[in-house]
Every structure is written in structure tokens, then in C-alpha cells.
């Protein structure tokens, strides 16, 4: 066992001849304007042949350090070397050996793939005898050897992903640092790119230091840096720090005809319950510590059938390191003039089709949503979900079928149907310049509200979001997890009946999501119909049920329990959605087949 200098915390397992490519002593890094700096004396190393993970809550110093890490920040106190020598030093020699892939890859979308790699050839000095060799090597790790004319604007998000890779990769990097890559692919995408990562860490011996915000891709890597507000919370193998939860996690089976949110509820409101997450039907409770009195008060609940000691993940790991629990408080307070017939439909969707041209985007989707479901759109890069997602919304006009919303037809009167409707996009889009109530009196007006209910309802969302402290700050200076907070405000501001909501939690952390899943249950379960479209296969473990498309059509359609037993077989016995989302879009599953096993 190897322990870096003056780490606090956990010691890390390392090959002794592992070269060591990237290493921070006591490295820190302050910006004009906040109170605490973004890294606090970070010690850290990064080896050769391996994976190393970063995970943290927002403002937690992750994109700070890569870029520092990249030379394109100075370190205001200790000392960062890469390759042996300063960030940017090898660079500015013609040397550099070093891949940076930030959270938005900068694509000239109005050019082709093999364009796109030709400019990035350009500015990264790539000789131009070495280029046709190279770019064939990429374009066949990454499978886009069949689209290299095609402009990069036209790509899928995850193909999009794969050549920002590829365009980091020219070098042939010994080092590669990549910002939250997978952030926005759907979980096929997701896999791609870490069997391409696995192939380069195993053929080149390439170290490879990822920030992520998916908790089980933290748990492939070799050694995992936990970062909270700059400081090093611990740095260690993923095993390690799954040790120290060892005997805390329980896994709940709900009783028949329990929904598990329904459950979840109940054992959030157990103070020695730590964390309560749905997976597969039933509910993960990390405990705060191993007790016969806890199992017995979880067992004793009516709405359990059995709990169970289960090995700790990863993500167990993560949320015993939080200082606090997700915040819920806000969720508790009510939503009012919502009525409360369950069975209403208030979505009706027939035959709904959108066409571009000769393009068919949608074809043929048909589906209903009553008062207070949770309803997720899912579906791989490309599938039309998004497209599908607009014309719920109002945002896109629908080619072919019938969209009835809330009893109104959107074709036929969009203006009085899209009055009672909340949408939230994935980009923040509210006014960056101007403070968060100004913001959320200009979308009150433009929600048609004014006078004293416009005051209250501010008033009220302040509190119910943790809004008030900041209420006086810019949109855009304040931090990304309060910037969807003040989004989710501004939507249900007018207390809309049906919310629209599209990937609300994309690079959020886990704490964040998780205490903005409670508020979207705690709005449902008060009659809010939810629309959601989200990539994390967790959340949608949450829904009453669940569309999942592909190329334009349906492919499955049902509750998450549904979907999953499609992909329940002898290699699958106990399948998560995830396994079911990739079974399902790549064809090794056939809805209506006689049977659910795998294609030869």
C-alpha cells in the first residue's frame, strides 16, 4: 500500500513501477468573487495503465483540477506536474502528450467527421504524413468510419462524444483527461465509450483520469479522488471505500401492490436511514449504522415484505461521505388547486407522427398519462424522443395524429392548452443577468400571473426550492445544482398541471438528484402529471411507466417492472432497466417474440 504525501484519509493501492503521469502536492486555486477557494490543498496522483475517477458534488473543484491538470489554469498555491513537468511546459515545446476532453467538446458542427479531425490535426501539430494512418485508427475505435462525411451538427449526442474522443486522442496521448464525458449519451453510448477507454488503457497503457457523475462508472475504475468543496475527501481503490459501509445496506422488498415510491417515502422519514434509493423494484436503504433495532423498526413497517444484508456499491460508499442527507424538506409543501381524480387522462396521444421533409422523425406513437403520473421517454441518441418530447410540449407542430392535453387539443388550440403546462429544459435558459426573482417575476408575468398571487407564489418557491438566501444573486453566477433549482421554480411557478421536464438532473450529482426526484414524487403524488425524459436509468425507476423508443417508433411500453421482465431470462435473471434499455435498442430482445431470450 502506497500513501500520497499529506492525503488525508484513505491510502491508495498502487502498483510500485506504475509511472506516475500526473501528481498535485497541496495544490490550490481561488476565483475573483467566491469565498472559498475551488481546490484546497488537493493531493492527488494519477498512474499509468489505469483509470482513475473523480466524483463529487457540484462545485466540488472536479473541472477545476482537470483544467489546471490541462495547463489552461495556474494553480495559486503547491505545486501540479504532468509527464514530469509543469501543465502546459510540454505543450508549449511542440511535445505535448497529453489528451483534454471538456464537458462540451468544442465540434465545427457545419463540418464532417473526417473534417473535424483534419482541423484538430491543424491545431495540434499532427504531422500530415502520420494523419491517414491515425484517423483510420480512430475511426474504427470508435465506430464512425461509416459517417465520416457526415456533418457533426447531424450526429447523434453519444457519436458526438466518440469523435470529441477521437479528436482528443490524435496524439496518442500517454495521459487523458476527460470532463464528465458520458454526461447527456444514453447508457448504449455509455458502455461504447468505456470499452474504448478499456481497450486503450489495456493496448496502449495510457492512465486516463475521468470526472464523472455516474457513480458505477466511478466503480470501474482503479482508484477513485472524492472531492467536496476543494478538499480531498478520500482517494482510494473503489473496494476500499466500499469496506467501510461493509453490513450497512439493506435491500426492502416492497409488499405486493406497494409502489416503491410509496415505500421510499416511509423510509426517508427514518432517521437512522441515511439514503433510500429504488432499484429494481425494491428499495437500497444505507443505514447510518449496523443495528438488529434498525432492521427490526424497516421490518416492522407494513408496507415491507422482507429486507436483506446486501454488499455495498460504490455509490453506498459516496453517500456515507456526504455531510448531509439530500435535502427533502422542500417537497413537503403542498402544491394547491390540483384536483385529485387519479383516473383522469390527462395526456392522450394517437398516432402521433413528425416528419422533416422525407425524414420520418416519429412515426405511429400512441400513449396515455393520467393525473399524477410520472411518465418517462426514453430512448438512445437519436431515437426521437426529443422531437416527441417538443410536440407534448407545444414547442413543435406533430405531422400526423392527435395530441389532447389536459382535454384540449395542443394541434387545434395550442395557446389554451399549453396554458396549464410547466417545461423545464435541459439547458439552463432562464436570464443570466438578471437575479433569481427577477427571473421568476418575469416568467410569472409571462405565466399570466401578477399582484399579490405573483408575490406569493415567489415567495412560496423561494422557500420550497432553498432559494431565499440567494434571492438577490445573478441566474448566472450562482452555482449549476441552485441554477435547476430556480429552473424548477420558474416551471411550476403557476402551479401547472402538467410538467415537462427534460433531463432535468443531466450532470447533476447524485445528492442533487436525488433530492430533486423527491420533489418531482412529492408534485405527483399531490396530482402534478410528470413527463421526464432523463438517461439515468435509475430515475426512471421512479416512474408509473415508461416509454422507450427507437428510430422514430415505439419499442416497449410499460411500468419498470414491465420493461424489465422483457429482458429477464437465463443470462439475465435479475435485470436492471439499464440491462433492459440496452437488450431492448440493440435487438437482443424482441417485444411480442415467443420468447424474451437473447437473439443468436
Not at 467566491?34 to 462545485?59: C, M
Request: net charge neutral; aromatic share 6%.
Amino acid at each position: 500500500m502506497e500513501r500520497d504525501p499529506g492525503q488525508e484519509g484513505e491510502t491508495i493501492a498502487a502498483e510500485p513501477r506504475a509511472e506516475i503521469l500526473l501528481e498535485a502536492t497541496a495544490l490550490s486555486r481561488s476565483f475573483a468573487g467566491r469565498s472559498a477557494p475551488a481546490l484546497d490543498g488537493v493531493d492527488f496522483r494519477a498512474r499509468a495503465g489505469r483509470i482513475t475517477g473523480i466524483v463529487g458534488p457540484d462545485g466540488a473543484g472536479k473541472t477545476t483540477l482537470l483544467r489546471v491538470a490541462a495547463g489552461l489554469l495556474k494553480p495559486h498555491a503547491g505545486s501540479i506536474r504532468v509527464l514530469g513537468a509543469a501543465p502546459g511546459a510540454a505543450a508549449r515545446a511542440g511535445t505535448a502528450r497529453i489528451g483534454y476532453m471538456p464537458q462540451r467538446f468544442g465540434l465545427y458542427e457545419d463540418l464532417g467527421v473526417a473534417e473535424n479531425l483534419d482541423l484538430f490535426a491543424d491545431l495540434q501539430g499532427l504531422p500530415f504524413h502520420e494523419r491517414a494512418e491515425r484517423f483510420a485508427e480512430l475511426l474504427e475505435l470508435t465506430d464512425l468510419g461509416d459517417f465520416r462525411a457526415r456533418r457533426a451538427g447531424r450526429l447523434s449526442g453519444g457519436m458526438k462524444q466518440k469523435l470529441g474522443l477521437a479528436c482528443s486522442l490524435l496524439v496518442r496521448p500517454r495521459l487523458l483527461l476527460l470532463d464528465e464525458p458520458t454526461v447527456g449519451v444514453d447508457p448504449v453510448s455509455r458502455r461504447d465509450l468505456w470499452r474504448i477507454l478499456d481497450r486503450l488503457v489495456a493496448a496502449e497503457g495510457i492512465g486516463v483520469v475521468i470526472a464523472t457523475a455516474y457513480l458505477d462508472e466511478a466503480d470501474r475504475c482503479a482508484e477513485v479522488l472524492v472531492l467536496d468543496r476543494g478538499r480531498v475527501v478520500a482517494c482510494a481503490e473503489p473496494a476500499t471505500l466500499r469496506h467501510r459501509v461493509a453490513g450497512r445496506v439493506r435491500l426492502v422488498e416492497p409488499r405486493p401492490g406497494c409502489p416503491p415510491r410509496v415505500l421510499q417515502a416511509r423510509l426517508e422519514e427514518l432517521p437512522e436511514v441515511r439514503d433510500c434509493s429504488i432499484r429494481k423494484g425494491r428499495l437500497r436503504c444505507l443505514l447510518d449504522q449496523e443495528t438488529a433495532a434498525v432492521d427490526r423498526l424497516i421490518e416492522g413497517l407494513p408496507e415491507v415484505a422482507s429486507s436483506a444484508v446486501v454488499e455495498p456499491t460504490f455509490e453506498d460508499a459516496f453517500m456515507a461521505m456526504q455531510e448531509s442527507r439530500p435535502d427533502r424538506a422542500g417537497a413537503a409543501t403542498p402544491i394547491a388547486g390540483l384536483a385529485s381524480a387519479a383516473d383522469e387522462a390527462m395526456i392522450a396521444v394517437e398516432g402521433l407522427g413528425k416528419r422533416f421533409g422525407d425524414f420520418v422523425a416519429v412515426s405511429a406513437i400512441s400513449f396515455t398519462v393520467r393525473r399524477g403520473e410520472i411518465f418517462g421517454l426514453l430512448g438512445p441518441n437519436g431515437a426521437g424522443k426529443t422531437t416527441t418530447f417538443r410536440m407534448l410540449c407545444g414547442l413543435l407542430p406533430a405531422s400526423d395524429g392527435e395530441i389532447r392535453v389536459a382535454g384540449r387539443d395542443l394541434r387545434r388550440a395550442p395557446g389554451r392548452a399549453r396554458a396549464g403546462l410547466g417545461y423545464m429544459a435541459q439547458a439552463f435558459s432562464l436570464y443570466p443577468h438578471l437575479t433569481i426573482v427577477q427571473n421568476l417575476r418575469f416568467f410569472g408575468r409571462s405565466y399570466g400571473l401578477g399582484g399579490r398571487r405573483l408575490r406569493r407564489r415567489i415567495e412560496e418557491v423561494l422557500d420550497e426550492f432553498d432559494l431565499r438566501a440567494r434571492r438577490d444573486e445573478d441566474a448566472g453566477k450562482i452555482p449549476a445544482g441552485f441554477q435547476r433549482r430556480l429552473s424548477m421554480a420558474a416551471a411550476v411557478l403557476h402551479e401547472p398541471e402538467i410538467l415537462f421536464l427534460d433531463e432535468p438532473t443531466s450532470g447533476a450529482d447524485p445528492l442533487a438528484r436525488r433530492e430533486f426526484w423527491a420533489r418531482i414524487s412529492a408534485f405527483a403524488a399531490r396530482g402534478m402529471t410528470i413527463v421526464v425524459t432523463t438517461h439515468f436509468m435509475e430515475e426512471v425507476e421512479s416512474c408509473d411507466q415508461v416509454l422507450l423508443m427507437s428510430r422514430g417508433r415505439e419499442l416497449a411500453r410499460g411500468s419498470p417492472d414491465e420493461i424489465r421482465a422483457l429482458a429477464r431470462g437465463p443470462k439475465r435473471p435479475d435485470p436492471g432497466i439499464e440491462d433492459a434499455f440496452i437488450a431492448l435498442s440493440e435487438g437482443e430482445v424482441v417485444v411480442g417474440a415467443a420468447a424474451p431470450e437473447a437473439r443468436p
